[in-house]
């Protein structure tokens, strides 16, 4: 038989106490938000991931794009070098996504390069056999289908991050984000708001519907 000595020495009272009070904390935590602003941030970091995933997967597309529109267009070499020179630029970039400028530093690059990248697609126009080659033809639609990823992915990072916000500055959770460090993050410039909603147009062929050049 238990004695009331043990089920009361003060080793097992600490335990229970200790119990207690882990118990009683978890509640606490989890009623002022420090639990949803441990999921929200975890959510961010991932979309972030993503992002960085997709950049690096058009970056990886640019040098076999290159070498293909060398084949039939050598005489383009100041587009070319403005494509390579700018991949070089926006893969050399260290990002700290809860840097502010850091965070604009690296966007500038990556709108650099697109642009780069949009202006050797429109010189592609005028080489009728660059257009036919078939292994052209298969970068195309590598980059196509990775521009239409990276603006998902810019989108989930965005909506990510404004809910991690929202969270973060509520009231009763601002004073937990105070107490444990949590700060609001920085956001992408959306020159358009709207814009962001789709993928841009990679066009290597037809010109736009509507467009009267």
């Known amino acids: 038989m238990t004695s009331v000595h043990s089920v009361f020495s003060l080793p097992v009272l600490m335990r229970r106490l200790m119990l207690l009070l882990a118990l009683g904390a978890s509640a606490l935590l989890g009623g002022c ?16 991931a993503e992002v960085l995933n997709q950049y690096k997967r058009r970056a990886d597309l640019i040098p076999n794009l290159v070498e293909s529109v060398k084949g039939f267009a050598q005489q383009e070499k100041d587009v070319l070098t403005q494509v390579v ?3 070089a630029k926006a893969t050399q970039i260290q990002v700290n996504p809860s840097d502010p400028d850091s965070l604009k530093k ?8 697109g642009g780069a990248l949009s202006r050797l697609l429109v010189v592609t126009e005028n ?3 660059l257009k036919s ?21 810019r989108k989930r990072y965005i909506d990510s991050v404004s809910a991690y916000n929202v969270l973060v500055r509520q009231f009763p959770n601002n004073l937990t984000a105070m107490v ?5 993050k920085p956001q992408f ?3 358009n708001e709207a814009a962001i909603q ?4 990679v066009n290597f062929g037809n010109k736009p519907a509507g467009s009267g050049k």
């Open 85 to 87: 020179e700018a991949r």
């Open 189 to 191: 410039t959306v020159e």
């Open 127 to 129: 080489y009728p056999q």
């Open 133 to 153: 080659d078939a292994n052209f033809r298969e970068l195309q639609a590598q980059l196509e289908g990775t521009e239409n990823r990276i603006t998902v992915a």
């Open 106 to 113: 690296f966007e500038a690059a990556q709108k650099d390069m």
């Open 33 to 48: 938000g420090y639990n949803q602003m441990q999921v929200s941030d975890e959510a961010t970091k991932a979309a972030w």
């Open 180 to 184: 444990f460090g949590y700060q609001p």
């Open 198 to 201: 789709n993928a841009p147009a």
